[in-house]
């Protein structure tokens, strides 16, 4: 008997019932798919099909030089609805760069959703209002955020989620790790969603990590990892809600990989074609996640002409309006520069502000 | 997010045909990668895509992988694992993909690149070049237009380079590599396509990190300014002429080391100067050079150094930036205030 047999050194959590199934979790197609309610399946429909609708809107805005940039997630619709749906109305949501669908599910107004990309300001919504933190760009940096606001929630003695997303490239920075460590030894309420989508920019997965899957990463935090079909709604709304559920109840957090592809290019600026096959994306497009949906749907006889016309007739008039309120320009007031740098100005602010005042006097008067 | 445009092109560019800053650069980095094999590059999407701006663009097909590597998704990690293989006798060139990313390997620089020659009484020189895009005025979104040289030049350890020309930008560049010292290396990425009659077969002599350069010559104030601002410095310089002023205008071409000659010798010359740089002026880069002047040349001065910078705010959305940006009007605002009537 040596020090390393007494029970202080034994592990302190079975790794086991942590591990992710090596297969990524489906439901559409399965058996298992006859228990889904069918008003779910119709609401993920409808919100899919919207969300198709609204990448192409915004990316057709870039061409008209009425956004600055738009990473698209089309392929990826499943996850991005689902997370929003997953959520209880006090939960928050950490979302990253390309995750306006969720966004805009959530409630966000669907032009304030795209302020950051069309350049008129940073974030263009009052996160209190649905409860969804600023769009964030510095990859995995809203991961300890998440903990954080959850861990508060729970101090506080609050019935708070925190969801948070992130790409598979993501996951290669420090913050993530950082995030899911403080997660799992505070037992904070928090989902992490890691987005699979195949790429990060142009690096495929097979760079970013040698891990047998990302979420096999949660065993080493002592959180549970899942492997979903990203593609599949159903999926992902049932992993979600199992583990927004359990993150609820005291549970801990969980490591969730959506298993998904990014269709188009990184965002309206970059050439895929540069790095990857386009028989790969024709792969993946066969396994798209609104054909899926609607093979399902169709298979149960919940779907007709009837609702696929007025689901695409939605989509269009949201898409219609979109582009209407996007094609107006901004109101954009200069002196905003210098609002809420800090509470109160600092006097070199101040006097900046009337410098530009009158740069902007002689400007009209010019 | 990152916009990846313009390619830096094919490298064929013959002697006679213009080539652009990131062309000129593509360049620097292939030649130093022939040259010498300790030369290595790192960073994210480097490799098959060439980077988002193309700096990169063909060395992994011509070097391979070893040579130029793309790395997991990690600028903490993509510094120390630099900050290593120095350690080990190599010479890695680090691409950070905009200013605002490189964030994450700021503990590694500031508490590893800056002081390894320091700590080990020079046993251990780091001789590793980290390039980072920066600046504003590409109408990017939020974190992509940053300008972060005061960070880097308010640590001991660090050269900062940034050139504003396309023959500077492969030159310095070389030089960067070249260095036995860390060389923080600030591209201005509205000038990547700049363009000069630059032959990428002939590159013009390499210029000594540490050297500014009169850009312009004139008598009745000095623009010091350097990278990005440069451009908008020479255009204030040409209006100028308009109002009876000649001014010239100095590129500082490194902040540290700080050529603290050049510049004294040529405000002595004119007795009234202005700092130009688009980073926010509190505590930034002007601030550093104007007390330099003052405590040199007081007694040459006609009237205070004065600075024009980007305003004390977070860098703003593109739809704003243009009023952020110093541009010739605010330059030949501050040349006004330079008590010419009592000159
Ligand atoms: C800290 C940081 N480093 C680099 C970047 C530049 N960048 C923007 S998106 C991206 C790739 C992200 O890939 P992934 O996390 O897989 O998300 P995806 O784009 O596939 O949704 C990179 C490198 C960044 N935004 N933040």
Known sequence: ?????????????????????????????TPEAAALDPALL????????????????????????????????????????????????QDWLFPSYRDTLAVVARGVDPVEALTLLRGDWHTGYDP????????????????????????????????????????????????????????????????????????????PLAKQTAAPTIAHKAVGYGMPGRLVDGNDAAAMHQVLT????????????????????????????????????????????????IAVLERELTSRGLLDDTLRDSTAADAEEMAASLRERMHSDPQLDPMDLFAHVYAEPTPQLREQQAQLQAELEAERQS | MTTAT???????????????????????????????????????DVGTLGGVFRITDGLTKEFGEDRCTDTPLAEAGILGTAVGMAMYGLRPVVEMQFDAFAYPSFEQLVSHVARMRNRTRGAMPLPLTIRIPYGGGIGGVEHHSDSSEAYYLH???????TPATVEDAYGLLRAAIASDDPVVFLEPKRLYWSKSQWSPQEPAEVPPIGKAVVRRPGRTATLITYGPSLPVCLEAAEAAKEDGWDLGVVDLRSLVPFDEETVAAVVRGT???????????????GAEIAARITERCFHHL????????????????????????????????????LQWEEG
């Not at chain 1, 915004?58 to 997370?83: D, F, H, M, N, W």
């Not at chain 1, 957090?253 to 994306?281: F, G, K």
């Open chain 1, 1 to 29: 008997m040596t020090v390393l047999d007494t029970p202080a050194w034994r592990p302190r959590t079975d790794a086991a019932p942590l591990l992710p199934d090596p297969e990524p979790f489906r439901l559409l197609g």
């Open chain 1, 42 to 89: 119709r609401a993920l429909y409808g919100q899919l099909v919207r969300g198709r609708r609204y990448n192409a809107q915004a990316t057709a805005l870039t061409k008209q030089g009425r956004l600055a940039v738009y990473p698209s997630s089309t392929g990826q619709e499943a996850c991005e609805i689902a997370a929003a749906l997953a959520l209880q109305p």
């Open chain 1, 128 to 203: 209190h209002t649905h409860r969804v933190a600023p769009l964030s760009t510095p990859l995995a940096t809203q991961l300890p955020h998440a903990v954080g606001l959850a861990h508060a929630a729970r101090l506080s003695g609050d019935d708070v989620v925190a969801l948070a997303m992130v790409g598979d490239g993501g996951t290669s920075e420090g913050d993530f790790h950082e995030a899911l460590n403080f997660a799992a030894v505070w037992k904070a309420p928090v989902v992490f969603l890691v987005q699979n989508n195949g790429f990060a920019i142009s690096v």
């Open chain 1, 242 to 289: 199992e583990a927004v559920e359990r993150a609820r109840t005291g549970g801990g957090p969980t490591l969730i990989e959506a298993v998904t592809y990014r269709i188009d290019a990184h965002t309206n600026a970059d050439d895929a074609t540069r790095y990857r096959d386009d028989s790969e994306v024709a792969a993946w497009r066969a396994h798209d996640p």
């Open chain 2, 6 to 44: 313009h390619a830096a092109g094919s490298t064929e560019a013959s002697a006679s045909k213009p080539a652009t800053m990131a062309q000129a650069l593509n360049q620097a980095l292939r030649d130093a990668l022939a040259a010498d094999p300790a030369v290595h590059i790192l960073g994210e």
């Open chain 2, 155 to 161: 640590t001991p350890g660090l050269h900062v380079v």
């Open chain 2, 271 to 285: 007795g009234r100067a202005v700092v130009v740089h688009e980073s926010s002026g509190f505590g930034g880069a």
């Open chain 2, 302 to 337: 006609e009237a205070p150094v004065l600075r024009v910078a980007g305003f004390d705010i977070p860098y703003p959305p593109p739809m704003l930036e243009r009023h952020h940006l110093p541009g010739v009007d605010r330059i030949l605002d501050a040349v006004g205030r």
